[in-house]
């Protein structure tokens, strides 16, 4: 059974969130867009914030997928929110060795400057990568944890 997928962007990644719809349809991912519905101007926070909850009350059942200018400002917000741990995905393997590694379940990507029909590959291979569940990398998951629980 393929996990929910939560997406949403700014307005820098508006056009790229339709691309990237087209491929989830494609691959048969059930998807739910939480925003923004035009290309007008808004804070990337808001539409992080917005994924990040859905996949919090969704846990181990869905993945997130956020796109912004750069993808940094998504991944740096939607990491702010307990038990999400989002990456920036910019090739394959970073995509990969997120989810493989470091369990990942939100996918930031950016919309400027990137080559958008690079989107299909590092898509299928984060939603299709599992977890390793290595005990060094639970183990490191469990100190990040920890930290955020902490601070």
């Keep these: 059974m393929n996990k929910k997928i939560f997406i949403a962007s700014d307005h820098a990644g508006f056009l790229a969130k ?9 691959l048969g991912y059930e998807f739910e867009d939480l925003g923004p519905f035009n290309e007008d101007s808004v804070d990337f926070p808001i539409y992080a914030k917005k994924v990040a909850q859905k ?3 969704n846990f181990n059942l869905s993945f997130g997928i956020l796109i912004c200018g750069s993808g940094n400002g998504m991944a740096i917000a939607a990491n702010k929110f307990r038990g999400i741990r989002a990456n920036l995905g910019y090739d394959e393997y970073s995509a990969k060795f997120s989810r493989l590694d470091n369990d990942a379940n939100i996918l930031t990507l950016r919309a400027r400057e990137f080559d958008h029909s690079n989107y299909r590959k590092i898509i299928e291979t984060f939603l299709t990568t599992e977890f390793s569940g290595l005990a060094r990398h639970q183990r490191r998951i469990e100190q990040v944890t920890q930290m955020m629980e902490e601070n």
């Excluded at 339709?18 to 494609?26: A, M």
Aim: net charge negative; no cysteine; charged share 40%.
């Design 18 to 26: 339709q691309d990237i719809k087209e491929i989830l349809l494609e």
């Design 55 to 57: 996949v919090q009350d």
